[in-house]
Each structure stands twice: as structure tokens, then as C-alpha cells.
């Protein structure tokens, strides 16, 4: 025999969970999928471990898993197969078969238009029959959860556009009231400029909670802006016979074994762009509060989600917007805070979500400057809040840029982190002015170094005197100020002072400049110019390969 447990995400609603109860309780009573128990993975009573080990006491040692999710995002597919490969664990030799997500299905959708209907109608029309003309007029705002999964967002839309086909709405538009766009006030504000005068607002939601109590005050607060617009809320699906004949549906397909899941476009599988950093995430069950085995408890933010916060230290590159990697683009897209570096592509922060939170990590030369350490606390602290965060670099992470000093404070405090690769400047900003920095019979080796410290400095590590007697090129980092002190020794030490030399400034920029000179000259060039930060400067030979002149 074959128990059901049907597994809810949790809420800190008492509404939401009398809710869940009852759709349990109203499956149970019909007697037609057996013995029927309930649980939560987080956040209320009673635990999935409860559910499961109360039809374990009652003999059954095989069980469907019903998620009770209108969408299968992360909770479907990871944090439920996670919490029930657990549940083996404690109870050896049980085993079970997965049902899928309930939507999108026609029996929601009728579901949903009967809400809508009856918000439309208003108390003193209940339960009567709509003419077309009430309809005709009404535009529909279906507002799902918002998730990071594009799976489940892109069901929201389809949702919608089913919800629309064939019932007479004037039209219905998607949006999400957290983790993803457009939000609940940007869809009401683009009906009323589609010329809507009458809107249902209506949540794509099974049961109370506290992001449909968002989207009435949320939407409460619209109307009151617009007093010319006509702006009501439905009622959430609810404990309803439909929603019980869809888990009874669900039930007998995994019974029979035709699942039918949707890998397609799966982000945990596939590269969709914009989440990359969720390909191949292992899944983890959550800790719930009543869960003995839990030391963990959750007190999830759900305006940024439920994934467990993570690091992405990324290299972003010599400056221009369209020279990140296909990789980092994709965390900044899927990022919930970014900590960001004054030479990092910061155009690209204008196309992040609106809720993105945003940190200014500028160093400025002799200017404001954030420390590291509260560079190191931030990041730690937010993917402690279990936020996925992106630490933007300038450039590569790694040349130059402290980046293995915020991966060494993430992996100390047990913080997930990853480094992208970016495109060096020591690399991109010769090449932006036609220089290779090797080239065949010319130079055999490049040297990229640090000239934030003179030579002669206490505290400097280079080797300037074997430096001057390399023949190769060597590429020279934030040594705006300590130019002139560097020719002057490598022209001490061995190099001719005939060696061309080309700086150039703001790289890849519009304002990009290339200024050549000798070696014994470009200290006076620099000052004369007034080359500022960021600058890179090019020695050797290969500099007189430049396909581009000057440029001022």
C-alpha cells in the first residue's frame, strides 16, 4: 500500500497553514488515493518529518511525494527531493515516487477565473453569472511569487496568457511581487496606460501568506495614487474541490509512473542566461524549526528568496559594458546584492532588477575609500542571509585585485564562493590601443607589474634591477604616480632609454587616450599630459607594432 504526503513550503501565515490543513483533510475524506498525510519543509507545523513518519508508523514503506507548488522552482526541484532523500535516511529501505507541480493546469485556471469573477462582481452580485460586458472592460493582473528560476516565471506569463484565451478579459498581464520583474505596481501602471479602468488583481497563489498580503497592500496602495481607477483584488485559489482533484491527478500519474517533468529549460541542468550559478547546485534540505535532526533555523527573507547565499567574486573586465564574460553577466543577472568596484563595468548596474541591492566598494586614489575588511564583512554577512551576492572587479579578480583576500574571508566564515575570470587590463588595454603585448620575433615573455610602490620602497617585492635586463615587455599597473622613478631605474639598471613606451588611458573608454614616448621621456610625458588613473603603461619593442597612432 501506498501513503500520500503532500508537502507544502511553509508560511508564517496561520491562515495559509488552516489552509493547507483543510485541502489535506478534504483529500483524506474523499478515500480515493489511500492513506493521506501533510508537512512542511520549513516555517510551520507540522514538519514533512512528522508527515513522513506518522505513515511509516502506519506500515507503508513506499510513499508518493506530492509538492504542493504551483511552479517548479527551486522548492520542487531540489529542496522537497532534498528534505525526502532525508527522510530515507531516518527510515531505511522506505522508498518513493515524485509527483510534479500542479500548474499551469485547467482546473486552476477555472479556479482562478471563478476569483476573479467574484471580485469583479463585489458582494451585492455574488455567486451570479457575468455578462460579457463585465468582462469585456476588465484587465487582469496575475501576480505570481517571482523566483529566480525562469521556469517558473515563464509559467506565470503562460498562466496568463491561458487565463486570457477565450474569456472575454480585455487582458491579463503577468507580474511577480518578489525576486523577479515587472513588479506589482510596474504591471498595474502599464495597464493603466494600455487605458484600463478597471483591473483584478488577481494572486497566483494556493494559500494565504505574507506575499498575498503584499499584493493587497501593494495594490491598495496603486489605487489610492489613481483614484480614477477602478482596482480590486481576488482571493487566493484556496482549499477548493478543483485544487483536490489536481493532487488526486497528480497522485495517480506518479503512481503510474508518467511524471513528465520538464528538463527542457531547466536551470538546474541547462545554461539559461542570467542563471548560470544555478547549474549543477546540489540540493540540501532545509532545517526546519521542529525537525530534531535542524540546528539550523531558517529565517528567510522572502523578499530575497530561499537558495542558501553564496559569493561570486567576478572579474568584470578592462571597463567597457560588453567585455564581461558570458558567465559573470550571467550572476550579475541573477544576483541579489552586488558589491561593486569603481572600475568595474558599472553600466551594467543600471540593468539590474530593482530590488538588486547595490554596494559602492570604490577605491578611490587619494580619495573615499571603502576598507577591505568591510568589503570582506559584507559579503560574508549577506550570503549569511542566504542572498546571492557578486563582489564586481575591475578587470581579473586575481591581477592585482585583492579578489583571493575575499574568497580566503568567504571560505573561513563557510560561505559558498566562486572566482570568474576576468579580462586583465594588464592584457585588454595594450590590445585596445593595437599593441600586442608578445608578438613573434619580437618579445617571448610579458611582465605585469605593480607600480603602486617606487622602486626603492621598503615594502616593494619587485626586482627592478633584473627587471631592466629582461628583453620582453613588461606592462606596468597604477604607476601613474611613480612613472618618471621607474624609467629612471630601469634606464639605471640596464634599458635603453630609447625604449619606446606607450601609455594609455581609460581603456576601451570613448575617451580612451595613447600617448607614445621613449623611455627617458615618459615620466615627463605623463606629467605634461596628465595622465590619470586608470592607466596602463606598455615598455618594449612591441609598442612600435601599435596599429593605431596617437591618440589625445
Same mark, same amino acid.
Given at each position: 500500500?501506498?501513503? @500520500?504526503?503532500?508537502?507544502?513550503?511553509?508560511?508564517?501565515?496561520?491562515?495559509?497553514?488552516?489552509?493547507?490543513? #483543510?485541502?489535506?483533510?478534504?483529500?483524506?475524506?474523499?478515500?480515493?488515493?489511500?492513506?493521506?498525510?501533510?508537512?512542511?519543509?520549513?516555517?510551520?507545523?507540522?514538519?514533512?518529518?512528522?508527515?513522513? /513518519?506518522?505513515?511509516?508508523?502506519?506500515?507503508?514503506?513506499?510513499?508518493?511525494? @506530492?509538492?504542493? =507548488?504551483?511552479?517548479?522552482?527551486?522548492?520542487?526541484?531540489?529542496?522537497?527531493?532534498?528534505?525526502?532523500?532525508?527522510?530515507?535516511?531516518?527510515?531505511?529501505?522506505?522508498?518513493?515516487?515524485?509527483?510534479?507541480?500542479?500548474?499551469?493546469?485547467?482546473?486552476?485556471?477555472?479556479?482562478?477565473?471563478?476569483?476573479?469573477?467574484?471580485?469583479?462582481?463585489?458582494?451585492?452580485?455574488?455567486?451570479?453569472?457575468?455578462?460579457?460586458?463585465?468582462?469585456?472592460?476588465? %484587465?487582469?493582473?496575475?501576480?505570481?511569487?517571482?523566483?529566480?528560476?525562469?521556469?517558473?516565471?515563464?509559467?506565470?506569463?503562460?498562466?496568463?496568457?491561458?487565463? %486570457?484565451?477565450?474569456?472575454?478579459?480585455?487582458?491579463?498581464?503577468?507580474?511577480?511581487?518578489?525576486?523577479?520583474?515587472?513588479?506589482?505596481?510596474?504591471?498595474?501602471?502599464? @495597464?493603466?496606460?494600455?487605458?484600463? !479602468?478597471?483591473?483584478? $488583481?488577481?494572486?497566483?497563489?494556493?494559500?494565504?501568506?505574507?506575499?498575498?498580503?503584499?499584493?493587497?497592500?501593494?495594490?491598495?496602495?496603486?489605487?489610492?495614487?489613481?483614484?480614477?481607477?477602478? =482596482?480590486?483584488? +481576488?482571493?487566493?485559489?484556496?482549499?477548493?474541490?478543483?485544487?483536490?482533484?489536481?493532487?488526486?491527478?497528480? &497522485?495517480?500519474?506518479?503512481?503510474?509512473?508518467?511524471?513528465?517533468?520538464?528538463?527542457?529549460?531547466?536551470?538546474?541542468?541547462?545554461?539559461?542566461?542570467?542563471?548560470?550559478?544555478?547549474?549543477? !547546485?546540489?540540493?540540501?534540505? &532545509?532545517?526546519?524549526?521542529?525537525?530534531?535532526?535542524?540546528?539550523?533555523?531558517?529565517?528567510?527573507?522572502?523578499?530575497?528568496?530561499?537558495?542558501?547565499?553564496?559569493?561570486?567574486?567576478?572579474?568584470?573586465?578592462?571597463?567597457?559594458?560588453?567585455?564581461?564574460?558570458?558567465? /559573470?553577466?550571467?550572476?550579475?543577472?541573477?544576483?541579489?546584492?552586488?558589491?561593486?568596484?569603481?572600475?568595474?563595468?558599472?553600466?551594467?548596474?543600471?540593468?539590474?532588477?530593482?530590488?538588486?541591492?547595490?554596494?559602492?566598494?570604490?577605491?578611490?586614489?587619494?580619495?573615499?575609500?571603502?576598507?577591505?575588511? +568591510?568589503?570582506? +564583512?559584507?559579503?560574508?554577512?549577506?550570503?549569511?542571509?542566504?542572498?546571492?551576492?557578486?563582489?564586481?572587479?575591475?578587470?581579473?579578480?586575481?591581477?592585482?585585485?585583492?579578489?583571493?583576500?575575499?574568497?580566503? #574571508?568567504?571560505? #573561513?566564515?563557510?560561505?559558498?564562493?566562486?572566482?570568474?575570470?576576468?579580462?586583465?587590463? #594588464?592584457?585588454?588595454?595594450?590590445?585596445?590601443? /593595437?599593441?600586442? =603585448?608578445?608578438?613573434?620575433?619580437?618579445? &617571448?615573455?610579458?611582465? $605585469?607589474?605593480?607600480?603602486? @610602490?617606487?622602486?626603492?620602497?621598503?615594502?616593494?617585492?619587485?626586482? %627592478?634591477?633584473?627587471?631592466?635586463?629582461?628583453?620582453?615587455?613588461?606592462?606596468?599597473?597604477?604607476?601613474?604616480?611613480?612613472?618618471?622613478?621607474?624609467?629612471?631605474?630601469?634606464?639605471?639598471? /640596464?634599458?635603453?632609454?630609447?625604449?619606446?613606451?606607450?601609455? =594609455?588611458?581609460?581603456?576601451?573608454?570613448?575617451?580612451?587616450?595613447?600617448?607614445?614616448?621613449?623611455?627617458?621621456?615618459?615620466?615627463?610625458?605623463? +606629467?605634461?599630459?596628465?595622465?590619470?588613473?586608470?592607466?596602463?603603461?606598455?615598455?618594449?619593442?612591441?609598442?612600435?607594432?601599435?596599429?593605431?597612432?596617437?591618440?589625445?
Amino acid at each position: 500500500m501506498t501513503g @500520500l504526503v503532500i508537502v507544502g513550503h511553509g508560511t508564517r501565515s496561520a491562515a495559509g497553514v488552516d489552509q493547507f490543513a #483543510a485541502l489535506v483533510g478534504r483529500v483524506r475524506r474523499r478515500g480515493d488515493v489511500g492513506d493521506v498525510e501533510g508537512g512542511f519543509i520549513e516555517l510551520s507545523r507540522p514538519p514533512l518529518t512528522d508527515a513522513v /513518519g506518522a505513515l511509516v508508523a502506519r506500515g507503508h514503506r513506499a510513499l508518493v511525494a @506530492l509538492p504542493l =507548488v504551483l511552479t517548479a522552482a527551486g522548492h520542487g526541484k531540489g529542496d522537497i527531493p532534498a528534505a525526502m532523500a532525508r527522510e530515507q535516511e531516518r527510515h531505511p529501505g522506505l522508498t518513493y515516487r515524485y509527483g510534479r507541480a500542479l500548474g499551469p493546469h485547467p482546473l486552476l485556471h477555472d479556479a482562478l477565473e471563478q476569483r476573479i469573477d467574484a471580485a469583479l462582481a463585489g458582494a451585492d452580485r455574488a455567486g451570479t453569472a457575468l455578462e460579457g460586458a463585465d468582462r469585456a472592460g476588465t %484587465w487582469v493582473a496575475l501576480i505570481g511569487r517571482g523566483s529566480t528560476d525562469p521556469d517558473a516565471n515563464a509559467e506565470v506569463a503562460k498562466v496568463a496568457r491561458l487565463l %486570457w484565451e477565450g474569456r472575454g478579459y480585455a487582458g491579463v498581464e503577468p507580474g511577480f511581487v518578489s525576486l523577479a520583474s515587472p513588479s506589482v505596481p510596474a504591471v498595474l501602471e502599464r @495597464l493603466r496606460r494600455l487605458g484600463a !479602468r478597471r483591473i483584478v $488583481v488577481a494572486p497566483y497563489f494556493l494559500f494565504a501568506g505574507v506575499l498575498p498580503d503584499r499584493i493587497v497592500a501593494q495594490s491598495a496602495e496603486f489605487a489610492a495614487a489613481h483614484p480614477d481607477l477602478d =482596482v480590486r483584488v +481576488a482571493e487566493v485559489i484556496g482549499d477548493c474541490d478543483a485544487l483536490a482533484d489536481l493532487v488526486r491527478e497528480r &497522485h495517480t500519474e506518479a503512481l503510474a509512473g508518467d511524471i513528465r517533468m520538464n528538463c527542457d529549460t531547466c536551470a538546474y541542468r541547462v545554461l539559461m542566461p542570467g542563471f548560470a550559478d544555478k547549474v549543477g !547546485r546540489p540540493q540540501r534540505p &532545509h532545517d526546519h524549526p521542529d525537525d530534531p535532526v535542524g540546528h539550523h533555523h531558517h529565517g528567510h527573507d522572502h523578499h530575497h528568496g530561499h537558495d542558501h547565499g553564496s559569493v561570486a567574486v567576478v572579474g568584470g573586465g578592462p571597463g567597457p559594458d560588453d567585455l564581461i564574460t558570458v558567465r /559573470g553577466r550571467a550572476l550579475l543577472d541573477a544576483a541579489d546584492v552586488v558589491v561593486a568596484d569603481r572600475l568595474a563595468p558599472t553600466g551594467l548596474l543600471t540593468g539590474l532588477r530593482p530590488d538588486v541591492l547595490v554596494i559602492d566598494a570604490a577605491k578611490v586614489p587619494r580619495g573615499p575609500s571603502m576598507a577591505q575588511e +568591510a568589503i570582506n +564583512a559584507a559579503l560574508v554577512s549577506h550570503a549569511r542571509a542566504g542572498r546571492r551576492v557578486v563582489r564586481l572587479k575591475g578587470g581579473d579578480p586575481y591581477v592585482f585585485g585583492r579578489g583571493h583576500e575575499e574568497v580566503q #574571508a568567504c571560505a #573561513a566564515a563557510g560561505v559558498p564562493v566562486t572566482v570568474v575570470p576576468g579580462v586583465s587590463s #594588464a592584457i585588454a588595454a595594450p590590445a585596445l590601443a /593595437g599593441v600586442p =603585448v608578445t608578438h613573434r620575433g619580437v618579445a &617571448h615573455d610579458v611582465t $605585469v607589474v605593480s607600480g603602486h @610602490l617606487p622602486p626603492g620602497h621598503p615594502d616593494s617585492l619587485v626586482d %627592478w634591477a633584473a627587471l631592466a635586463r629582461a628583453r620582453g615587455t613588461v606592462v606596468l599597473l597604477m604607476a601613474v604616480d611613480t612613472i618618471a622613478k621607474i624609467a629612471s631605474v630601469l634606464i639605471e639598471h /640596464g634599458r635603453a632609454p630609447e625604449t619606446p613606451v606607450l601609455a =594609455v588611458q581609460d581603456a576601451g573608454q570613448p575617451d580612451q587616450r595613447s600617448l607614445p614616448a621613449r623611455l627617458d621621456e615618459i615620466g615627463a610625458l605623463a +606629467a605634461r599630459e596628465e595622465i590619470r588613473p586608470p592607466a596602463v603603461f606598455v615598455v618594449g619593442p612591441v609598442v612600435a607594432l601599435t596599429t593605431t597612432g596617437p591618440t589625445v
